[in-house]
């Protein structure tokens, strides 16, 4: 059997295995959403959001652990999208709990995908992501200069709508300090998570046109900030090559 033979019958497997997650995560949002789907009808008055957060109150700890989980679920499974749950996080706990239960989830998700991807390496980021996407930004000069690339890292992070999750698994193929990442990883994300969670805060108290002016904002900023973040990137290759 030949080293090509190998490749492709790895290769194989981790397609199989992309597709049975993909096909799970598809399962799961779609049991979430119907499951939801009582709660987002109570929002319509005043007296069924009243009863709503009487649901919230009596699911207790039960209902942290739940959504705490989710969270992480998000940041792991890196094909779930990550603002709806914060929206639902912030129309469930609030502005300040949605988001210490966010910026908790993110950080013990990032954690398990840094030192999951330290262990096993390329063959675990195959399972969610293409080897051309892989190599688009492992191949890239400030991939191997730890402080450029955690300077690149922060302003990705700190920008809305951006997909953010290929980063820490390459970070943890990467040089880059692992306090120090899971630290930027975590941190820089609460601008773009406030605004999500504080629109579901507001959706949740039947302020509509706040919770969707929110989002425009969300989405403005972050149209924006990838303009930014392209321009950003091309300095700091520049400044490597310098």
Same mark, same amino acid.
């Given at each position: 059997?030949?080293?090509?033979?190998?490749?492709?019958? @790895?290769?194989?497997?981790? $397609?199989?295995?992309?597709?049975?997650?993909?096909? $799970?995560? !598809?399962?799961? !949002?779609?049991?979430?959403?119907?499951?939801?789907? %009582?709660?987002?009808?109570?929002?319509?008055?005043?007296?069924?959001?009243?009863?709503?957060?009487?649901?919230?109150?009596?699911? /207790?700890?039960?209902? &942290?652990?739940?959504?705490?989980?989710?969270? +992480?679920?998000?940041?792991?499974?890196?094909? +779930?999208? /990550?603002?709806?749950?914060?929206? *639902?996080?912030?129309?469930?706990?609030? #502005? $300040?709990?949605?988001?210490?239960?966010?910026?908790? /989830?993110?950080?013990?998700?990032?954690?398990?995908?840094?030192?999951?991807?330290?262990?096993?390496?390329?063959?675990?980021?195959?399972?969610?992501?293409?080897?051309?996407?892989?190599? @688009?930004? @492992?191949?890239?000069?400030?991939? @191997?200069? %730890?402080?450029?690339?955690?300077?690149?890292?922060?302003?990705?992070?700190?920008? =809305?709508?951006? =997909?953010?999750?290929?980063?820490?698994?390459?970070?943890?193929?990467? =040089?880059?300090?692992?306090?120090?990442?899971? *630290?930027?990883?975590?941190?820089?994300?609460?601008?773009? $998570?406030?605004? #999500?969670?504080?629109?579901?805060?507001?959706?949740?108290?039947?302020?509509?046109?706040?919770?969707?002016?929110? &989002?425009?904002?969300?989405?403005?900023? /972050?149209?924006?900030?990838?303009?930014?973040?392209?321009?950003?990137?091309?300095?700091?290759?520049?400044?490597?090559?310098?």
């Amino acid at each position: 059997m030949t080293r090509k033979e190998k490749l492709t019958k @790895k290769e194989k497997k981790i $397609l199989l295995i992309r597709t049975i997650i993909i096909f $799970l995560t !598809i399962c799961l !949002i779609t049991y979430l959403t119907i499951k939801a789907l %009582p709660f987002i009808s109570k929002l319509a008055t005043e007296e069924s959001r009243l009863e709503l957060k009487d649901d919230i109150a009596n699911m /207790g700890i039960k209902g &942290v652990i739940i959504t705490l989980g989710l969270q +992480i679920l998000q940041i792991v499974v890196a094909v +779930i999208p /990550g603002q709806p749950m914060e929206i *639902i996080s912030g129309m469930l706990y609030g #502005t $300040l709990g949605g988001m210490l239960l966010c910026l908790v /989830g993110i950080f013990i998700g990032t954690f398990i995908v840094f030192y999951l991807t330290r262990k096993i390496g390329i063959s675990f980021i195959q399972l969610f992501f293409d080897q051309e996407q892989i190599d @688009k930004f @492992k191949n890239k000069k400030l991939f @191997k200069n %730890p402080k450029k690339l955690e300077l690149f890292m922060f302003i990705m992070f700190v920008i =809305p709508l951006i =997909p953010k999750d290929i980063f820490i698994y390459l970070a943890g193929i990467s =040089p880059v300090n692992p306090k120090r990442f899971l *630290i930027i990883a975590t941190i820089s994300r609460i601008p773009g $998570l406030f605004i #999500t969670v504080y629109a579901g805060n507001r959706l949740s108290e039947g302020n509509f046109i706040i919770a969707i002016l929110l &989002v425009a904002l969300f989405i403005a900023l /972050g149209i924006i900030g990838y303009k930014i973040s392209s321009r950003a990137e091309e300095k700091i290759e520049n400044d490597i090559k310098n």
